[in-house]
């Protein structure tokens, strides 16, 4: 299923909306429905210096070519005779989603990326970051500073959440309303090129977390442009949906489409992350996540790698079967029930969704040999059926983790996992996402074991504020793990602020040794064919017991090799013997040995290899060292959570 580009030699790609200088002054255009008359209004000094109508097009469309308005000037449209608004299509709010939008000239910036081409999906381990936590600054530019150290952890692309401007000084970036804008607090524009540019001279691609499932209730007004934006034919968990299908519906498809292209062109960004597409509703004969993907891909060139990756809890692999299948052509989907299986197994959570897991060796077996859990079967939760089949699907398309902002920070106190269970387990189960088929992802600051929550925080005004507090506190009050718990108030500043990280405590004894397991782990999955190998067909993963499986990876005949990962998640006493199962046997003519131990002193644990080890040289019965390269490894001994991967 290979996405390809359709043009090799596009046209090269402008923003049709908004406001664009040239060589004499700034054409503006908006999307305007419901107006009679549009005027741009300038501003000077905070003071409205000058006024030019906007000439009508078909369609709803306002536009005009203005003399003298150069980049930096502030505007915002006035429509009919109300108050003036942003644009919506603004690059840039530097004084907050209400205020004047300000004209900015995307050719000013000087790249310095020209060879680069993106990433393939199969090169890519993913760190999702929030830019305003993840450094004491939260800027653009304090993250390029810790480019080199993602560089070294082994990571390919960084993942931003939401960056569109919001409503306040500090957000996750879900409640975006200016779209078009990289947020004002953390460095605008040309922080956010600034950053993408220095990413990819260290190889590091850069992927932008987008929502186009709603917009936040604070400094959203697209329905004084047209009432259009929105339908009452579809309704989520936001209220009424976009208008992607209905009458007007071309116009806001346009709105989206030029978004996602305008990542791609302006700012040299490597894909985009589609947040909830479950909740952007489309009946039309082409869905607009199809027709997204063409277009996007179409404004590039052919040999530039531009993903697109679905956030989607119904499991659905039409998301990424190719459109001549029936498909939507995306790239990847993030696929939660790995997570979800995890966090049952190691925290034993039983509340809302993860009633439907019940995290036994056997079903997360199952979920890494199909890539998800639910394939249709019913789910207790939904009360309805879920998922289907996606066999045909390659392993490097499902994204998994065992932490991201919405599994921490949707918690009650925002507690990671490794806050809640042994280091052990932790470093076990981090094994298992690092070394298995399917593409990873890391939420900043769990390779080293953060101290560091990460919080549910807003700074809206006090009376919405008010009510995101309330609303906080009830969405818990039915949780028995939270039932004793003070729920943090997301208006507070304190609430961010114990949200960003402390890059010091790397080098501490209780996170050093995590980072070096995962530097460790990342250099593996990088170099062994075996673990570079993605296809179905070379790997097989197997339940040895209730708490131990085991995933064994080989190359092409042509080229042997195999590895084996046992992993034992639980606090047990099993011993494995290795010549008992297919899946577990070293390959004809080979033995065994050891490349890495999750529970080796390096990495905080505490106990060597060879003691929980029975190793017989050939044709011998007394115990060998480790090291006797003569000796076979015929079992393995799990008395705690541990990680394991052999080599044959």
């Known amino acids: 299923m290979t996405m390809t580009n359709i043009q090799t030699n596009p046209e090269p790609w402008h923003l049709p909306i908004g406001a664009q200088p040239d060589a004499t002054g700034t054409r503006f255009r908006v999307w305007a429905a419901n107006a009679q008359h549009v005027s741009v209004v300038c501003y000077h000094d905070d003071r409205e210096q000058a006024t030019y109508p906007l000439i009508p097009e078909v369609n709803g469309y306002f536009a005009a070519s203005i003399t003298g308005i150069v980049p930096g000037t502030r505007y915002m449209y006035r429509i009919d005779d109300g108050d003036p608004r942003p644009d919506p299509a603004s690059r840039y709010q530097p004084d907050g989603v209400h205020g004047p939008s300000c004209v900015v000239d995307p050719s000013a910036f000087a790249w310095t990326d020209a060879g680069w081409q993106g990433l393939p999906l199969t090169d890519l381990v993913i760190y999702e970051t929030h830019v305003g936590t993840a450094t004491a600054a939260g800027t653009f530019d304090a993250l390029i500073e810790r480019l080199d150290d993602l560089c070294a952890l082994g990571v390919t692309a960084i993942e931003l959440m939401p960056v569109a401007d919001f409503p306040g000084d500090r957000n996750w970036g879900y409640d975006g309303v200016c779209l078009f804008a990289p947020a004002r607090v953390y460095g605008g524009p040309e922080g956010l090129r600034r950053l993408v540019d220095a990413a990819h001279n260290r190889g590091l691609a850069v992927l932008l977390d987008v929502v186009y499932n709603h917009l936040g209730p604070d400094g959203n007004y697209l329905r004084q442009f047209s009432q259009a934006y929105f339908t009452d034919r579809h309704t989520t968990p936001w209220g009424d949906a976009l208008n992607m299908d209905g009458p007007d519906s071309d116009a806001v498809r346009e709105f989206f489409i030029a978004n996602a292209c305008y990542w791609a062109n302006e700012y040299h960004l490597d894909g985009l992350r589609l947040d909830a597409t479950h909740a952007i509703l489309d009946d039309s004969p082409t869905h607009i996540l199809a027709e997204l993907a063409a277009r996007v891909r179409a404004t590039l060139p052919a040999e530039r790698h531009f993903l697109l990756i679905a956030e989607n809890e119904n499991n659905d692999p039409q998301l990424v079967r190719p459109t001549s299948v029936g498909g939507l052509g995306l790239d990847g989907v993030w696929a939660d029930d790995f997570h979800h299986q995890v966090r049952v197994a190691l925290a034993g959570d039983q509340d809302g969704y993860y009633i439907d897991y019940q995290g036994t060796a056997a079903d997360l077996a199952t979920t890494l040999q199909q890539g998800w859990f639910y394939t249709g079967q019913p789910s207790a939760f939904l009360k ?265």
Not at 486 to 512: C, G, M, V, Y
Request: proline share 7%.
């Open 384 to 648: 309805h059926p879920r998922g289907a089949p996606a066999i045909d699907v390659a392993p490097m398309r499902f994204v998994h983790c065992i932490q991201n902002h919405d599994q921490i920070g949707n918690r009650a106190i925002g507690e990671r996992l490794h806050h809640q269970i042994d280091l052990s387990a932790y470093r076990a189960v981090s094994a298992l996402l690092l070394l298995s088929p399917y593409t990873p992802l890391l939420f900043m600051g769990q390779e080293w074991a953060t101290s560091s929550p990460f919080i549910y925080f807003t700074d809206h005004h006090p009376e919405l504020g008010r009510l995101v507090t309330e609303g906080r506190r009830a969405e818990f009050a039915s949780f028995s793990a939270f039932a004793a718990t003070e729920i943090p108030d997301p208006q507070a500043p304190e609430t961010f602020w114990r949200s960003k990280l402390n890059w010091d405590e790397r080098t501490l004894p209780a996170h050093a040794g995590v980072l070096r397991l995962y530097t460790d782990l990342l250099a593996l999955r990088h170099q062994l064919p075996a673990l570079r190998q993605q296809s179905r067909q070379h790997f097989t993963v197997v339940p040895l017991g209730a708490r131990t499986l085991a995933l064994r990876r080989r190359t092409a005949a042509s080229e042997p090799e195999t590895v084996l990962l046992l992993v034992c998640l639980g606090d047990t006493d099993i011993q494995v013997d290795l010549l008992a199962h297919t899946a577990t046997r070293p390959p004809t003519d080979y033995g065994w040995h050891v490349l890495l131990d999750s529970e080796d002193t390096q990495y905080g644990g505490t106990a060597d290899a060879a003691v929980y080890m029975t190793i017989y040289s050939s044709g011998a019965s007394r115990p060998q060292q480790t090291g006797d390269s003569t000796g076979v490894i015929q079992s393995l001994h799990f008395t705690t959570p541990r990680a394991i991967l052999l080599q044959g």
